[in-house]
Nanobody, 140 residues
Framework: QVQLVESGGGSVQAGGSLRLSCTAPGGIPSRACMAWFRQAPGKQREGVGFMYTNVDDSDDETYYTDSVKGRFTISRDNFKNILYLEMYNLKPEDTAIYYC?????????????????????????????WGQGTQVTISA
């Protein structure tokens, strides 16, 4: 499993921005799906987006759900072992606990494309490592 620690949550007004960090003390795994999920009160946990970490990080791929596309950006800093979620033009409906998650327990024979396809639906069951979450509150 991958140890993950989120930080950076807070309260901002609608239209504002926040940057969340997910620190992986043991390093961000390669050829893995590193995702952000969120869970609002009374709702199921939903995927926000994920990064597929290629061996060459210049080839990293990112995918986002429609509700955040164009407003959220996932990136990583390999030197600091941090995965970021930059959020812009925040809306009250973005209020939730945000979680970082990792899926890296793929068969060695599974291709990069196949791994991406496994993660594309952002099903919680695909991801076996989770952080503790960080609260994001957006006021109108």
């Amino acid at each position: 499993q991958v140890q993950l620690v989120e930080s950076g949550g807070g309260s901002v007004q609608a239209g504002g921005s926040l940057r969340l960090s997910c620190t992986a003390p043991g390093g961000i795994p390669s050829r893995a799906c590193m995702a952000w999920f969120r869970q609002a009160p009374g709702k199921q946990r939903e995927g926000v987006g994920f990064m597929y970490t290629n061996v060459d990080d210049s080839d990293d791929e990112t995918y986002y759900t429609d509700s955040v596309k164009g407003r959220f950006t996932i990136s990583r800093d390999n030197f600091k072992n941090i995965l970021y979620l930059e959020m812009y033009n925040l809306k009250p409906e973005d209020t939730a606990i945000y979680y970082c998650a990792a899926a890296d327990d793929f068969s060695l024979l599974l291709s990069d494309a196949a791994r991406v396809n496994r993660c594309r639906d952002l099903r919680t069951g695909t991801f076996h490592s989770w952080g503790q979450g960080t609260q994001v509150t957006i006021s109108a």
